[in-house]
């Protein structure tokens, strides 16, 4: 499919308030747009917005969003503008930058990577891997990671990014007819409910626990990286920095397990860089972790994955059996029927508040894994495949 030869794209990047309020009032009147982004965010806590680039059926534009006085209020309309489906690949870091820079989610919206792995491409496809196999074309990687914080923008660079969106129109209308076709339409718009919620891009630091794959075992460690975590998350949008700029991952779970209350005994950290005790923000460490040590447990968020169900990795590997089969058999990624964490979940507790437990996950796959759970199905092999099998 050549999707250049039915779109007038300019390679003059767009950057003036008004030329940008033109091509948002044209594009208005489609029922659907493909959008992109280019940012920087390897230095900065915040993505920095530089290059927004948006398609019709009609045309494809490249907004330079460092331009000098350029208002992007006319792509925000657009953006929340709900008569004009917006659609991304792996839309949440596009939908964050937007979060970030005018406090609201595009809507409505629709994720091509997710309705691709409704519909069997496998887990996560990138996006040149699915333009290849919908439209044969092949895209040009390489200004994948450019910096586009740097001005003039090239030829190049601007052919890159309104590829970017131009076959995204072809993947869209592909995508969606064979959604249509085989009925699951509904499962991709359970998943856009949750790319559109404003609690996803919310980076409240309470919560930011949540994002360290540490583990900690003990009430008390976990109320030390709670309070650990937040003031990192607090010191690093602050000063605008990435979270690891300000403690790396793997120090605040030892700051956690070892518990320093002291400037002295957080010296002895051997995790710690070199003289960070002696910096401003070794004592706001130490405070953190004494407010998590006199934290009363009662408080803590309970830890599902640290109360195993007896037997329990037994069924979670009998549970992975029966996900590969089914995502097979359906032609559907696991990764969006199940994870592990559900796996996990499901093998302790028959009303996990998981997804895989709810609508049509539950219906493909829930039910049947409660079944297995509780031995009302087996697992057996039919010549050469994984079957289930009904017990009395």
């Given at each position: 499919m050549a999707s250049d030869s039915v779109t007038t794209a300019s390679l003059q990047p767009i950057a003036t308030?008004?030329?940008?309020?033109?091509?948002?009032?044209?594009?208005?009147?489609?029922?659907?747009?493909?959008?992109?982004?280019?940012?920087?965010?390897?230095?900065?806590?915040?993505p920095l917005l530089c290059v927004a680039q948006m398609a019709s059926p009609d045309e494809a534009v490249v907004v330079d969003a460092l331009a000098p006085g350029i208002d992007l209020a006319p792509f925000f309309a657009l953006m929340a503008d709900d008569k004009v489906m917006k659609v991304f690949h792996a839309a949440r870091q596009d939908i964050e930058i937007v979060w970030h820079a005018a406090e609201l989610i595009p809507h409505p919206i629709f994720d091509t990577q997710v309705a691709a792995m409704v519909l069997g491409y496998g887990d996560s496809i990138s996006y040149d891997q699915l333009v290849q196999r919908i439209t044969g074309d092949a895209l040009d990687k390489s200004h994948r990671f450019t910096d586009w914080t740097r001005r003039p923008l090239s030829e190049a660079q601007l052919r890159y990014a309104i590829s970017d969106v131009t076959h995204l129109r072809d993947v869209y209308t592909t995508l969606l007819e064979d959604l249509e076709r085989r009925g699951r339409a509904d499962w991709v718009e359970d998943e856009m409910r949750i790319l559109t919620s404003p609690e996803t891009y919310r980076m409240e630091p309470d919560n930011a626990w949540q994002r360290l794959k540490t583990r900690v075992r003990k009430p008390k460690e976990l109320a030390v990286l709670i309070e650990v975590a937040?003031?990192?998350?607090?010191?690093?949008?602050?000063?605008?920095?990435?979270?690891?700029?300000?403690?790396?991952?793997?120090?605040?779970?030892?700051?956690?397990?070892?518990?320093?209350?002291?400037?002295?005994?957080?010296?002895?950290?051997?995790?710690?860089?070199?003289?960070?005790?002696?910096?401003?923000?070794?004592?706001?460490?130490?405070?953190?972790?004494?407010?998590?040590?006199?934290?009363?447990?009662?408080?803590?968020?309970?830890?599902?994955?640290?109360?195993?169900?007896?037997n329990g990795a037994a069924v979670v590997e009998l549970l992975k059996v029966l996900l590969r089969m089914i995502s097979e058999r359906h032609h559907v990624a696991a990764k969006v029927i199940a994870?592990?964490?559900?796996?996990?979940?499901?093998?302790?507790?028959?009303?996990?508040?998981?997804?895989?437990?709810?609508?049509?996950?539950?219906?493909?796959?829930?039910?049947?894994?409660?079944?297995l759970k509780h031995g009302k199905l087996a697992l057996a092999i039919e010549k050469g495949r994984v079957a289930t099998v009904e017990r009395a």
């Amino acid at each position: 499919m050549a999707s250049d030869s039915v779109t007038t794209a300019s390679l003059q990047p767009i950057a003036t308030t008004s030329e940008l309020a033109d091509v948002c009032r044209r594009m208005a009147k489609f029922p659907f747009i493909t959008i992109d982004t280019e940012f920087l965010r390897e230095t900065t806590y915040y993505p920095l917005l530089c290059v927004a680039q948006m398609a019709s059926p009609d045309e494809a534009v490249v907004v330079d969003a460092l331009a000098p006085g350029i208002d992007l209020a006319p792509f925000f309309a657009l953006m929340a503008d709900d008569k004009v489906m917006k659609v991304f690949h792996a839309a949440r870091q596009d939908i964050e930058i937007v979060w970030h820079a005018a406090e609201l989610i595009p809507h409505p919206i629709f994720d091509t990577q997710v309705a691709a792995m409704v519909l069997g491409y496998g887990d996560s496809i990138s996006y040149d891997q699915l333009v290849q196999r919908i439209t044969g074309d092949a895209l040009d990687k390489s200004h994948r990671f450019t910096d586009w914080t740097r001005r003039p923008l090239s030829e190049a660079q601007l052919r890159y990014a309104i590829s970017d969106v131009t076959h995204l129109r072809d993947v869209y209308t592909t995508l969606l007819e064979d959604l249509e076709r085989r009925g699951r339409a509904d499962w991709v718009e359970d998943e856009m409910r949750i790319l559109t919620s404003p609690e996803t891009y919310r980076m409240e630091p309470d919560n930011a626990w949540q994002r360290l794959k540490t583990r900690v075992r003990k009430p008390k460690e976990l109320a030390v990286l709670i309070e650990v975590a937040a003031w990192r998350e607090r010191e690093a949008q602050s000063r605008d920095v990435p979270r690891s700029r300000v403690l790396k991952d793997e120090v605040i779970g030892d700051i956690a397990v070892q518990g320093p209350t002291t400037i002295e005994k957080l010296k002895n950290l051997r995790s710690l860089p070199k003289g960070f005790e002696r910096s401003r923000w070794g004592e706001a460490i130490v405070a953190a972790v004494v407010r998590g040590l006199e934290r009363d447990t009662k408080t803590l968020p309970l830890q599902t994955r640290n109360q195993p169900a007896v037997n329990g990795a037994a069924v979670v590997e009998l549970l992975k059996v029966l996900l590969r089969m089914i995502s097979e058999r359906h032609h559907v990624a696991a990764k969006v029927i199940a994870t592990v964490d559900d796996l996990e979940r499901i093998a302790g507790d028959d009303e996990a508040d998981v997804p895989a437990l709810t609508g049509w996950r539950r219906e493909l796959f829930g039910e049947k894994a409660l079944a297995l759970k509780h031995g009302k199905l087996a697992l057996a092999i039919e010549k050469g495949r994984v079957a289930t099998v009904e017990r009395a």
